[in-house]
């Protein structure tokens, strides 16, 4: 059901791969709750063409942008205004990517200038989307961004390798960008720490099913899924949330509150019968 929480909000959507993406969720609930927006994603990850045929359904347009690539996004935020008639009200920051993750290298080899380029693609593009953003006065007043992270920036799990750093970092700049916009122009920036999810990103480190099943025992509401995950987006970025700035957020079914559930309990005593 859509209420038009977005009627009239001009927006910018990162990360839509396919439609297991969380930004490919948001995209069609934003279209649903009235919002106009341009589509983005890395042009290598344009190659695989899915990204059209959510353009078609969304009636959006699609400006090509490396996240690494400050030219790029200096593009990005202008022609989305271009395009879209004005300032931009939401921006979705849904980039996540490591390459010692992806090559399983562990944790205590490292190839450093893989974490590098992990860090500048899952966290430092955030900061660079919002530097660009204010340096070319792209966002209206009340703007609302949006950035994609996991628990494992507060707790370690052995599988998330260097991911770990990255949504560390990727929250910290959301506060310390979060008081400046702010303070500037009431502009607001969060994040939102998702339960796994089935999406090329997620699917693509070790183990992950086994973490999947894991979080879907611990979490009294059970995992929670992509669609809703965008809903809850849709909510950061409606005016119904205009004074939640420079968060985490939880949307994880309970799972970060729960010290052991009793789904969890029972399987260990089976095991130990
Ligand atoms: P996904 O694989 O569909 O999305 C990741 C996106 O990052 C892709 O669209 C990819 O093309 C884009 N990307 C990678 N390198 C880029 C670059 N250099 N420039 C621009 N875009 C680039 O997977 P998913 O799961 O939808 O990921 C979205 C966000 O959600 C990521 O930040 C991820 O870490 C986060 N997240 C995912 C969870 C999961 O279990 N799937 C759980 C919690 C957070």
Not at 146 to 167: C, H, N, P, W
Not at 169 to 174: D, G, V, Y
Not at 209 to 237: H, R, T, V, W
């Amino acid at each position: 059901m859509a209420y038009g929480l977005l009627k009239g909000k001009r927006g910018i959507i990162s990360g839509a791969l396919d439609e297991n993406s969380i930004a490919w969720q948001v995209a069609l609930k934003a279209k649903e709750e009235g919002a106009i927006f341009t589509l983005t994603n890395a042009p290598i990850a344009m190659r695989m063409g899915a990204i059209n045929n959510l353009a078609e359904q969304c009636d959006a347009q699609i400006i090509p942008a490396d996240a690494t690539s400050v030219e790029d996004i200096e593009n990005l935020f202008s022609k989305s205004t271009e395009i879209l008639g004005g300032k931009i009200d939401f921006v979705l920051h849904s980039i996540g990517m490591s390459l010692n993750v992806r090559k399983n290298k562990e944790y205590g080899d490292l190839n450093y200038e893989w974490m590098q380029k992990g860090l500048d693609i899952s966290a430092i593009s955030l900061h660079k989307f919002l530097q660009v953003a204010e340096k070319q006065d792209a966002l209206n007043e009340w703007a609302s961004v949006v950035a994609l992270s996991y628990i494992a920036a507060q707790r370690t799990y052995s599988f998330y390798g260097d991911m770990a750093e990255a949504k560390a970092m990727l929250e910290s700049i959301a506060r310390s960008y979060g008081y400046r916009y702010g303070k500037a122009k009431n502009v607001r920036v969060n994040t939102i720490s998702q339960s796994p999810t089935v999406t090329k990103a997620g699917s693509g480190i070790e183990g992950f099913d086994a973490f999947y099943e894991f979080a879907q025992k611990m979490s009294p509401l059970g995992n929670a899924k992509a669609e809703d995950c965008a809903n809850y987006a849709i909510s950061m970025f409606s005016d119904l949330t205009r004074y939640v700035t420079m968060q985490n957020l939880y949307h994880d079914g309970g799972y970060s509150a729960t010290g052991i559930s009793e789904d969890l309990v029972q399987m260990i005593q089976q095991q130990n019968q």
